[in-house]
């Protein structure tokens, strides 16, 4: 499976940002799509997940409420929405996937794309 990131940027407090992962390669049957993020300093932490084919989601309790990870079946795309966006959303934000069941450890992912930065500034 190969991934590509896009979408990061600069944004003011309060306000939204979309970032988007597609997604090409092998079957996409029981694949998980997740997205993780990366602060200086700080551990990659599990952000928000979805079940490729049912389409259920799962969502760090930091970002419950303001974040959400849509899919796009026929584009072969995962978004992650941000919405009310605080400074400590401030990191590098990377999509990853696995096969399998929904995990929120990175080092349990075994595909990754390139890392796409967000900086929202007070």
């Known amino acids: 499976v190969q991934l590509q990131a896009s979408g990061g940027g600069l944004v003011q407090a309060g306000g939204s940002l979309r970032l988007s992962c597609a997604a090409s390669g092998r079957t996409f049957s029981r694949l998980i799509m997740g997205w993780f993020r990366q602060a200086p300093g700080k551990e990659r932490e599990f952000v928000a997940a979805i079940y490729w084919s049912g389409g259920s989601t799962f969502y760090a309790d930091s970002v419950k409420g303001r974040f959400t990870i849509p899919r796009d079946n026929a584009k072969n795309t995962v978004d992650l929405q941000m919405n009310s966006l605080k400074p400590e959303d401030s990191a590098v934000y990377y999509c990853?996937?696995?096969?399998?069941?929904?995990?929120?450890?990175?080092?349990?992912?075994?595909?990754w794309g390139q890392g796409t930065l967000v900086t929202v500034s007070s």
């Open positions: 990853a996937a696995r096969y399998g069941a929904v995990v929120v450890t990175a080092v349990q992912y075994d595909y």
